[in-house]
């Protein structure tokens, strides 16, 4: 993987030869950061990425490059969050933050900076944009009429459906089908078995408390579909959330739809 290579190769040189690192410019970087911005990106990649990225800013933090981080608000001015300073550096910002502003000075050198916005939670609502980005997937909860249903008593059977087709240009392997459980929902007992072909059209099965993830793969315009019987354990209305998909080693193949709300008395 090229990406691989050569994320290992400017975290070498960084470690190990600083003096001919600092010879690298800023641009050099874009080899690592433009697969990560493009979301061409997995698992190991990544993981060679933040090495290469951390071992550079050990480099950076030598120097006498300056960077500052300020917080756009709806109203008022801008407010500093992070003062001037070098290397590695974290810093909180308001969730209700209009954006982030970046002030980099780089002195006497042609380094520069990058950074990760990371956050945690859930959604609070119901997703409705529908990705059909190379992938099309679909959800149904059916009951024993073979139609939709958005009303259930606890306990009651019901079929999970899930659809999967592949409109990209080419087959596709590793493909993960995340199905993420309703509250207040379970699997019938030995309605879905994890492991190896457990499920017709299905490579690997991982039954989780909150989900079920089915790895599969795909021909040109094949598409697959997949049922399994869920009841709910407790009254309530509860939000189903979207049924996902995603090809494991090419993030820019992905898609996402359904999502709603069932009543169960």
């Keep these: 993987n090229p990406t691989v290579s ?28 433009d697969p990560i911005a493009a979301n061409r990106f997995n698992t190991l990649t990544a993981a060679y990425s933040v090495l290469a990225l951390k071992a550079y800013s050990k480099i950076v933090a030598k120097s006498d490059v300056k960077l500052s981080i300020s917080a756009l608000l709806a109203k008022g001015d801008p407010q500093l969050i992070l003062p001037d300073g070098g290397g590695m550096r974290c810093a909180p910002f308001n969730a209700g933050a ?25 959604d609070k609502g119901v ?17 024993k009429d073979g139609k939709p249903v958005t009303k259930l008593k606890v306990g009651e059977t019901a ?4 659809r999967v087709r592949n409109n ?29 072909e457990a ?27 997949f049922s399994y019987p869920v009841k709910p354990v407790s009254g ?17 193949i992905k898609g996402r739809n359904g999502g709603g709300v069932v009543e169960v008395e």
């Design 6 to 33: 050569q994320a290992q190769g400017f975290a070498l040189l960084c470690l190990h030869f600083p003096d001919l690192a600092k010879n690298i410019s800023f641009d050099n970087l874009k080899m690592i950061t």
């Design 98 to 122: 209009a954006g982030l502003r970046f002030h980099l000075d780089k002195g006497n050198s042609d380094l520069g900076a990058f950074y990760q916005a990371s956050e945690s939670g859930f």
């Design 127 to 143: 997703q409705t944009t529908v990705i059909t980005d190379g992938l099309e997937v679909s959800r149904a909860m059916l009951g």
């Design 159 to 162: 079929t999970m459906t899930l």
């Design 168 to 196: 990209s240009r080419d087959r596709l392997s590793n493909v993960a089908l995340l199905d993420l459980m309703p509250g207040g929902f379970e699997l019938v007992a030995g309605g879905l078995r994890p492991g190896r």
């Design 199 to 225: 499920l017709p059209g299905a490579d690997y099965i991982d039954v989780r408390e909150d989900r079920n993830v089915l790895y599969l793969h795909l021909g040109k315009a094949e598409s697959k579909t």
């Design 236 to 252: 309530g209305k509860f939000i189903i959330p979207p049924v996902f998909a995603e090809s494991m080693y090419d993030r820019g």
